[in-house]
Every structure is written in structure tokens, then in C-alpha cells.
């Protein structure tokens, strides 16, 4: 057990915070880089590895067309920007859901530190890289400027366990993705739920983000990382 605030709770976050998940997030690929299980070598649909075919399966349960058109959107951008690099990515077991929920505060104050992640469920082996992708993810929610909190998180990951250049390319897109696949399994878990307000509720701040960061240009974001 640890005791903590939920970091999604925390109504102080500032850039302290930002550097704080950065630099935890390296610290765990590098505790893990050397970690191995034949258990972990699974599927999952949160397993960005596999994004373009689960976009590719579940973009027809999202009926509002614009919607569908941005989920769209992202998947041209991982088939351009992602797949052709895939190889060159390195490998290993992460956590896979350092999500807002899952990340602990020692209080609710600006003076707080992130000193907890919990739930490892979702452990799989897969792109080194989705992990910061997915922290950056859940950290940008609800956040003005999203490209901040991404160039401030990887920075800070940076500095501890250096990125590869690939990795940088592909961080955005990996980013994006992450999104896409939580509006498509939520837009699936709604048809099997139709009365479940909750699954409308959760998806609005993944689409508020998406809106965001398509109007960056993905290539552009890149290079800007690799700098």
C-alpha cells in the first residue's frame, strides 16, 4: 500500500511535477530494460505496438463522422511516421499505464513530490518508448498547452536515459495514438453499454486533447524533440 494523492486529484501540478515524472518514467525503463518474462510477450489492445490494427478494427464504432475523421487522421500519421521505424525501436517490458490514476503525490500542495505508480496489470513487452508516450498522455489532459508538458516531461526523461533519435520521431505520433485508442475502446464499450454515462464522460478529455494536437504538424514536432 502507499499512501498518496491521486496525481488526476492534484489541483497544483506545475512544471516541478512534470520534471518529476520525466525523470520516474526513465528511472523505471531502466530498472526494467533488463527485466524479462515470457509472460509479458502477450497481446493487448493498450499495447501501442499493435495501434494501427486496432485502430484499423475498432474506427467504425465511433458513429460521429468529424470524430472518425480525426481518429483517421492519426492513423495516416502511424502509418507514415511510425511504422516505417518500428524496427529500429528498442524493446522491453514496461509498466504501460502511468496514467493520471495511477501515479501518487505525497500531498496536495505545490510542494508536493510524485512518490508512488501503482498497477501493473497492464505490463507487456513492447516499445521502450510507448512509456514515456503514455505518460506524456495522461499528463497533457485538461492542460492549455499540451506541446509544453510534452517537451518539459521528455526532457527531464531524457536527461536520465537517453532517447534515440528514432524514439523522438516517433514519440508524438506514439502520443497520439495512445488517444485513438482509448476514444475506440471506449466508443466500443459504449454500444455494449448504452446507458453507462461514465464511458461518455472519461472519452470528452481525450477528445478535448486530440483537437488539440492535431493542429500540430507530426513531423514538425519531431524534428522540434530531436533538437
Not at 75 to 95: A, E, K, N, W, Y
Not at 137 to 161: C, F, G, M, R, W
Not at 170 to 176: A, E, G, K, M
Request: proline letters at 4%; one cysteine or more.
Amino acid at each position: 500500500y502507499i499512501d498518496g494523492i491521486f496525481y488526476a486529484n492534484h489541483q497544483h501540478i506545475t512544471d516541478k511535477h512534470l520534471i518529476q515524472l520525466g525523470t520516474m518514467t526513465a528511472k523505471l525503463t531502466l530498472a526494467t530494460s533488463a527485466f524479462s518474462n515470457t509472460n509479458a510477450k502477450r497481446y493487448l489492445d493498450w499495447d501501442l505496438k499493435h495501434a494501427p490494427s486496432v485502430i484499423d478494427n475498432k474506427i467504425t464504432f465511433i458513429k460521429n463522422g468529424k470524430q472518425r475523421q480525426k481518429i483517421a487522421t492519426i492513423r495516416q500519421m502511424l502509418t507514415t511516421q511510425l511504422v516505417p521505424f518500428s524496427d529500429d525501436l528498442p524493446h522491453g517490458v514496461i509498466h504501460n499505464d502511468i496514467n493520471d490514476y495511477n501515479l501518487l503525490l505525497d500531498g496536495d500542495d505545490e510542494q508536493a513530490n510524485i512518490t508512488g505508480l501503482i498497477d501493473f496489470g497492464d505490463m507487456v513487452h513492447s516499445y521502450q518508448v510507448n512509456e514515456l508516450a503514455i505518460a506524456c498522455t495522461y499528463a497533457l489532459l485538461s492542460t492549455e498547452n499540451p506541446l509544453d508538458v510534452i517537451k518539459t516531461i521528455v526532457a527531464a526523461y531524457h536527461q536520465t536515459n537517453a532517447l534515440t533519435p528514432t524514439e523522438l520521431w516517433v514519440l508524438f505520433p506514439l502520443i497520439c495514438a495512445r488517444l485513438a485508442t482509448s476514444v475506440c475502446n471506449s466508443a466500443q464499450a459504449i454500444l455494449d453499454e448504452p446507458d453507462n454515462d461514465y464511458l461518455l464522460i472519461s472519452a470528452q478529455p481525450a477528445w478535448q486533447a486530440l483537437d488539440k494536437l492535431l493542429t500540430f504538424d507530426a513531423p514538425t514536432v519531431g524534428f522540434e524533440l530531436q533538437r
